[in-house]
């Protein structure tokens, strides 16, 4: 029979342009976000993070926007590169504990045009 | 700092037998993450392990699927009997994290498992 599986929201940018990618999280307790990117074939990998003591943090070409107020997440990406393809996962953490664990959302695809 | 390590990365077996997958965090890290990653579902977290004791096992599906980590360089996750919907990308994930921390987490590179 057909499968169906996750239906991916896909970000397609011309390389050169800024992207942004979005994620809405669910628990207003969370007090951490992180951005993953995952490349075919390979693991997730961590590319930034946030507190919730900000609203926003730089890296090298990217930059997080926390606003907890919408539960709102955003990874924007200066002069997207065709490396940049990939699917990106926003991730809240949670406590149980003394220990802590996130919780992923289902993921960006971001397609870089030539 | 070689990264966490998995093995096998790809693992093709028949309905019914025991699978094994192995993994070595990062050196120092304290806490260790199991996934699961399909098309249906996304990636789940199915136990995690603080301290090499488990913390929390509610994203085990069934009785078929047991970790252990018997020290704090090794954990298993042993599928037994394996069933095809068990098909998908497991992912072993290590951090270090203080009490109350929220430090974050570095993923191996997954192992492929094929259940025909």
């Known amino acids: 029979g057909e499968s169906v599986g996750l239906h991916l929201p896909t970000l397609s940018v011309q390389e050169g342009d800024n992207s942004i990618i979005n994620c809405a999280y669910s628990?207003?307790?969370?007090?951490?976000f992180i951005w993953y990117k995952q490349e075919s074939g390979k693991g997730p990998q961590f590319i930034i993070d946030?507190?919730?003591?900000?609203d926003k943090r730089q890296g090298q070409r990217v930059t997080v926007l926390l606003n907890k107020t919408v539960k709102h997440l955003s990874l924007q990406i200066a002069a997207t590169q065709p490396g940049d393809s990939a699917v990106y996962f926003c991730a809240e953490n949670s406590q149980t504990g003394t220990a802590s664990k996130l919780t992923f959302g289902t993921g960006t695809r971001l397609q870089v045009t030539l | 700092d070689a990264g966490v390590i998995q093995s096998p990365r790809h693992e093709v077996t028949e309905m019914g037998q025991e699978v094994t997958l192995r993994c070595k965090p990062i050196?120092?890290?304290?806490?260790l993450f199991w996934y699961r990653q399909t098309m249906m579902r996304g990636l789940e977290l199915l136990i995690y392990f603080n301290n090499n004791v488990p913390i929390d096992d509610s994203g085990m599906p069934e009785d078929r699927f047991s970790a252990k980590m018997p020290n704090a360089s090794f954990s298993t996750l042993k599928i037994q009997p394996s069933e095809p919907r068990d098909s998908a990308v497991y992912f072993c994930?290590?951090?270090?994290?203080?009490?109350?921390?929220?430090?974050?987490?570095?993923f191996g590179p997954g192992t492929r498992l094929l259940v025909l």
């Open positions: 946030i507190r919730s003591n900000m």
């Open positions: 050196s120092g890290h304290n806490s």
């Open positions: 628990n207003s307790a969370s007090d951490y």
């Open positions: 994930a290590s951090s270090y994290q203080l009490a109350g921390g929220r430090e974050t987490q570095y």
